[in-house]
């Protein structure tokens, strides 16, 4: 224990250890091995967080800001992102297992999402209606909330905050961030950079816990205006219990079982990358991977033959190393689940073309890139999200009836569609019930895009200028502007 690396949270400005001296390890999944001790913050800890995000977006320096201003401390954050990209992606490799030149090339293009709300920042505007009523001018003005729960998951979690703080703070929040229990090292390296940026104390709060009482006490506070949630629909469930205890607004993101549709007409190449990209890329930990392949019939064994091989030649190993193409699983839990998932489709017909369990000579939580063939689309691991590399393949014929299968899901964030026939891909884009479609690609971000899914994948949008607005509500101020005598108290108006 005395070599385990401490961190603390950050609580109005300060670096502290838990009120009572908790904490809880985090384990480098790459080798098995304990390496960090975490705060475990109590119901106590989760109020001072709380209390000072409300004092400091009531009073000090942070309420005076101007948007400009407010612009200007989130523009240096992102620089100082930037160039702290390659410590924060080595802590997040050695706390995630995901790999290094991943979470360093997503460290350095985060930033760009701190500057495009920095940019956005005075960029909200209200209007002035057109009202009914003689000699009244009636403007709308977009006031901030307040303070801001924002809870992360451990994978892709500077991206996750950056899209909850970039327009929280650009609209004038404050916010209270819960890392991750399963992996909460870098964003506590982040934190260290909120000050840096000229971010005054409190308006930046980050705890570590478990769901009781870190969670619970967060999401449930009477000062919370709005919680922004990211996770799992368990989770999900207890946040929107939680917030009827203080009628804060909720956004959910809460990840996917994403259809990948190639059709016959498809450049096989090219789609063949793409899905590979999508489910294999971060170990198949992505809310949005496309662990769901349709494949028409006519090109579904020549499609598959090309990517078994690729699978079968992936590299695995230490994700510290530059030629390592897909590290470990985050943690115990999701190798044991996936275990016990692909174990479960074989009973039901289903037949593994590759991997399907663990590497042989690797310490740590390894699992081999897996492809299924699924006789039937009702077969349990097709809407069963596994967080991990495992890719469920089914057969299709016609357009809609592959429509149809995409849409026969609890899931509804992302898609994918590889097509050459451009009417074709606007069709079935339009028909995809899911938040983000990408077409003849996969997996690609922005700032400038809206992030978000529909049914069981939750609800709200991240990134955009919409974001911006979610984290406003409108007042509307009516103005009098005749220099005559109100009418009598009981005269209709």
Known sequence: MSDLQSFQMLIDGQWVDAGDGGSFTSMNPSTGVEWARIPEATADDVDRAVRAADRAFNTGPWADMTPTQRGKCLRNLGDLLADKSEELGRIETRDTGKMLKETRWQAQYIAEFFHFFAGAADKVTGEVLPIDKPDMLVLTD???????????????????????????????????????EHASAAM?????????????????NIVTGHGEPCGKVLTSHPLV?????????????????????????????????????????????????GSVSGIFAATGQSCVAGSRLYLHEDIADDFLARMVKIAEGVKIGDPAAEETEMGPLCTLAQLDHIKREVAHAHTEGGTVLTGGAEPDGLNGLYYKPTIIDCPRQDLRIVDTELFGPVLSVIRFRTEDEVIALANDTNHGLAAGIFTTDSARSIRVAKRIKAGI?????????????????????????ESGMQAMYDFTRPKTIWINTSDQPLAGAFVAR
């Open 437 to 461: 479609v990408w077409v003849n690609t996969y997996r690609v971000i922005s700032p400038i895009a809206e992030f978000g899914g529909m049914k069981g994948s939750g609800y709200g949008r």
């Open 142 to 180: 977009r006031e901030p909330l307040g303070v801001i729960a924002a809870v992360v998951p451990w994978n892709s979690q500077l991206f996750l905050s950056a899209v909850k703080i970039g327009p929280a703070l650009a609209a004038g929040n404050t916010m209270v961030l819960k890392a991750s």
């Open 188 to 204: 506590l390296e982040f934190g260290k950079l909120i000050a840096q940026a000229g971010i005054p104390d409190g308006v930046v």
């Open 225 to 273: 205006a709005r919680i922004a949630f990211t996770g799992g629909p368990v989770s999900a469930r207890h946040v929107i219990h939680n917030s009827a205890e203080n009628f804060a607004e909720v956004s959910l993101e809460l990840g996917g079982k994403s259809p990948f549709i190639v059709f016959s007409d498809a450049d096989i190449e090219s789609a063949v990358n």
